[in-house]
Structures are given as structure tokens and as C-alpha cells.
């Protein structure tokens, strides 16, 4: 079994022999993961208008930086405001080489936003607030958000066969629930999801999400409307019994150890032990589990407080208890 094979058995509970690898940084994974282009920042601003401040290097704090000021300040102007064009060839003009370079290790490109776009562009507070005093204006802007991806799986579609998963990213929890209800995640985003899933599996492509925060509820949601691989960082703050009892064998789960509690504090052993406890709980016999690391860089660990050697204990760990041979 190469990787590629094993990933999609894994995601797919077909029986791979070990557990996947997803570990960058290090130089160990069976997937191959890539992006589409964007337009640089340009003293800060986005291609979409929005602007961002990364803190200053005397403090030592490494991290992607937070948003300082929003495009649509006003939810009237949803209509009119200048998107990127999804379209531009530059976006596309790495893929080819891409897809070679990933040989037989599984080909995963990214990355996309949906509700974190949202309130990217008009700020989390209006955006909060509109679910309620501007619901038509919000559902405009959902729209044309769900219009640029659609037309970037479009323009992708050429390369059905060749890519095996797309990935997206939206944090849909705090530390103690979803940032919003279930009822509001139905209206406004849901049948948005399940369009933009559908798409990616007509072109042949799992569809992966990473999310931060409790979302223990919206799990259910996305298992719903297709959504194959859940990417979870911090299974405390879940629950590792109760997003065992509820889920597993259901979704697959692309997984570290806890990065708030036990990758950068827990002893070896504990590590390991977490681990384990992962692949047995979260993981099935018949696959649904990848064990991963947080990123693909040293600046991406040092924003953790992460030393190479604890995530080198965490990828021996999944080594050792992800075989099923």
C-alpha cells in the first residue's frame, strides 16, 4: 500500500494497514499538501480588502497576526464591494508541478475560508449582530463567499483524479461552545456547506475542515451534508470520551495530541499515552484516524511553544499504536 492509499482508506474506513502521517515538518507524511495562490499583502491589506497587524518581532509572540480593519463597514454595501477575481490563472499556474511533486503520497490543496471570510470582511461583532437585525444583507454576503468557491472548484475541475481532498478552515467554537447556535449555523451556513461539499465530491475530492474551539454540535451537522475529515487540535477542550462515543466511525479524525495541554507541558509518557488513546477512541480498527502535527515550519511551532523533540514523541507514539497489521 502506498500513501496515497493508505490516506484514502483511512478516510474512507477501508482497512488501511497503519495510520496516516501527516508530520511536515519533520519530513514524514503520506500526504502532500499544497495551496492555490493569492495575491500578496500589500502593507498589510489582503486581496480582500481587509487589514491585518502580525505582532512586532520585540515581543517574541509569532503567530499570523489578527485583523486591525474590515473592508464592509457598512452590510449595504455587501453588493458592491470588489471581490478577487477566482478566475486569474496565477491562482492555478503551481498546480501541475504540484501534483508531481506529490508522487504517490496523498494530494491535499487548500486552503478556504467560509463564516471566518465573513466576518473577515465585515467584523465579527456586525456580522454577529446582522444575524438578526440584517439577515438579507448576511445571506447576500454568504452568497457571493459561496459564489468565489464555487468558481474556484470549478476552475479546478481539470484536475479531477489528480487532487484527493480539499481543505477548508473555519474555527466554529470558543473554548466552551460554538460562536453561534445551531438554529443560526442551519439558516445561514448549512445548505451553503452542503452545496460547496457536494461540488468538491463531484470532482472526485474528500472534503477536509479544520476547526478549532468545542464544536462538539456542529460535528453532527457537517457529518449531514458529507464532510469526510474533521482536522481537531485541542481534544480536550472537545472531550475525548464524548467525541468518541458520539462520533467514532462516523467522520474521520485528523488529529494531534492536545496543543494547549499536553504537546508543549505533559511528560513523554503521557504524550504517548494520549496518543494511543486517540487512535483507540477517535480511530476505528477499519481506519478514521490521521495523526498529524500542527504545521509545517519551525515559526509554526515556535507559536506553540512546541521543541522539535516533544512533536517527535507524539509522531513515534502514532508510529507505534497506528499499526493494524
Known amino acids: 500500500m502506498n500513501s496515497r492509499e493508505i490516506v ?66 457598512n452590510l449595504n454595501e455587501v453588493e458592491t ?11 492555478y499556474e503551481d498546480l501541475e508541478k504540484e501534483i508531481e511533486r506529490a508522487g504517490e503520497k496523498y494530494r491535499l490543496l487548500g486552503w478556504l475560508n467560509f463564516f471566518e471570510k465573513a466576518w473577515e470582511l465585515c467584523g465579527i461583532e456586525n456580522l454577529f449582530i446582522a444575524f438578526y437585525e440584517k439577515p438579507e444583507q448576511i445571506h447576500k454576503l454568504l452568497e457571493r463567499i459561496s459564489d468565489y468557491i464555487m468558481e474556484i472548484l470549478q476552475n479546478i475541475q481539470k484536475y479531477k483524479g489528480k487532487i484527493d481532498g480539499f481543505y477548508f478552515g473555519d474555527d466554529w467554537g470558543t473554548e466552551n461552545s460554538l460562536w453561534v447556535s445551531i438554529k443560526t449555523f442551519r439558516e445561514f451556513f448549512k445548505p451553503r456547506y452542503k452545496e460547496i461539499i457536494s461540488k468538491v465530491h463531484s470532482l472526485g475530492m474528500d472534503v477536509w475542515l479544520h476547526s478549532d474551539g468545542r464544536i462538539n454540535e456542529v460535528i453532527e451537522e457537517f457529518i449531514a451534508i458529507g464532510l469526510d475529515v474533521v ?25 494531534t495530541v492536545d496543543l494547549q495541554k499536553t504537546l508543549p507541558f505533559a511528560s513523554k ?19 478514521g484516524f490521521i495523526g498529524t502535527d500542527y504545521g509545517a515550519t519551525q515559526e509554526d511551532h515556535i507559536a506553540i511553544g512546541v521543541s522539535k523533540e516533544r512533536v517527535c514523541w507524539m509522531l513515534e507514539a502514532f508510529r507505534r499504536y497506528g499499526n493494524y497489521k
Open 231 to 255: 482536522n481537531i487540535q485541542s481534544p480536550h477542550v472537545l472531550g475525548i470520551e464524548e467525541i468518541s462515543r458520539r462520533y467514532s466511525g462516523r467522520i474521520a479524525f485528523n488529529c
Open 8 to 73: 484514502k482508506r483511512a478516510i474512507k474506513f477501508n482497512r488501511p494497514e497503519r495510520v496516516p502521517l501527516f508530520f511536515p515538518w519533520l519530513g514524514v507524511s503520506d500526504i502532500h499538501y499544497f495551496k492555490l495562490k493569492n495575491r500578496p499583502k500589500i502593507e498589510g491589506k489582503d486581496q480582500w480588502g481587509t487589514v491585518w497587524r502580525k505582532p512586532d518581532s520585540k515581543t517574541g509572540i509569532v503567530n499570523m497576526g489578527y485583523v486591525i480593519d474590515v473592508p464592509i463597514k
Open 81 to 91: 464591494h470588489k471581490f478577487p477575481n477566482p478566475s486569474e490563472p496565477f491562482r
Open 269 to 287: 509518557r503521557e504524550i504517548e499515552n494520549e496518543a494511543k488513546m486517540l487512535i483507540e477512541k477517535w480511530g476505528t480498527p477499519e481506519g
